[in-house]
């Protein structure tokens, strides 16, 4: 399984989006530190979740972050989020 999969994988387990788009930008990094051939290393998320509600912008970023704990600590380098509760204007 792919590691844009798996990402996909356990945010919808973990958070149940409304919408969730995961986006591998790894093709922007070569070159980079942490880029690695064959890529699957930077990801940019988009998500919409119940689950943000009345959260903190930090707060959301932890939720995802413990989510993807495996992932982080291997073979992710890079993970750009962005959390909103249904019905906040979504940025990026």
């Known amino acids: 399984m792919s590691v844009k999969s798996r990402i996909e994988e356990k945010l ?3 958070l149940g989006p409304e919408s969730l788009r995961v986006e591998d930008e ?8 942490g880029h690695r051939p064959g890529g699957e290393t930077h990801f940019r998320v988009y998500v919409v ?4 509600a ?5 707060e959301r970023h932890r939720i995802v972050n413990e ?3 495996e992932e982080l600590a ?3 380098h890079a993970l750009a989020v962005h ?3 249904p019905g906040e204007p979504q940025r990026g």
Not at 54 to 58: F, T
């Open 74 to 76: 291997g073979p992710i």
């Open 49 to 52: 979740s119940q689950a943000f």
């Open 26 to 33: 790894s093709h922007l990094h070569v070159g980079h530190a």
């Open 83 to 85: 959390p909103a509760a």
């Open 54 to 58: 009345g959260k903190s912008r930090v």
């Open 67 to 69: 989510a993807l704990a």
């Open 12 to 14: 919808r387990s973990a």
